[in-house]
């Protein structure tokens, strides 16, 4: 029988391979939408360019992280009919619940924060030329659309990141040692 700790790590791997999963299929249909609105010109093309990049960092982005933990999962052969008789060990069960938690959290932001960069890569910026100096003149119809990528929001972006990486890496380094000290004493047997 299991014992909670692994239950629980079965359901966090299991949780954060399905948001990567969710986020690259979403990335995904969103960018090839995108592709076809850009193709067809059914769209302004002008603010579809940050959204280009806000997708690809979602398929990207998600690619990884389902990648990254379906991989443990396969590695620990959680699939399927589990064979592995997994004896009680002296970890704190809350303590644990807690560190998943976490850092499930910590992937949440890391992921938002990846997007977000990547759709501040490049923006449009309207600006109106002409502007009148006259009170009866009309403003020109058509704005001048330029492209430049917003370093303000880059920058929070890569901080949110940063802040991400901590609350993520903290917690999930302590829950890895815990698991490789416990696989390490042989509480783990494969059958």
């Not at 006259?134 to 901080?159: C, D, F, L, R, W």
């Not at 991400?164 to 890895?176: A, D």
């Amino acid at each position: 029988m299991k014992n909670k700790t692994d239950v629980l790590r079965s359901i966090y791997l299991y949780a954060v391979s399905l948001v990567g999963l969710v986020t690259f299929v979403v990335g995904l249909l969103h960018g090839s939408n995108l592709l076809i609105d850009m193709l067809a010109k059914s769209r302004n093309i002008d603010y579809l360019y940050s959204e280009l990049f806000s997708s690809i960092f979602a398929f990207l982005g998600g690619l990884f992280i389902f990648l990254y933990h379906w991989k443990i999962i396969v590695r620990e052969g959680r699939l399927g009919k589990n064979k592995r008789e997994v004896k009680e060990t002296e970890e704190d069960f809350w303590g644990s619940l807690f560190f998943y938690i976490v850092s499930f959290i910590g992937i949440i932001i890391v992921l938002s924060s990846f997007i977000g960069f990547g759709s501040n890569i490049m923006k449009a910026n309207y600006s109106y030329k002409n502007v009148p100096s006259n009170p009866g003149q009309k403003i020109p119809a058509e704005p001048k659309v330029t492209y430049a990528p917003n370093v303000e929001g880059m920058i929070k972006s890569a901080v949110s990141m940063i802040i991400g990486l901590f609350v993520w890496l903290v917690p999930y380094l302590r829950i890895e040692k815990e698991y490789k000290k416990n696989e390490d004493k042989g509480i783990t047997e494969q059958h």
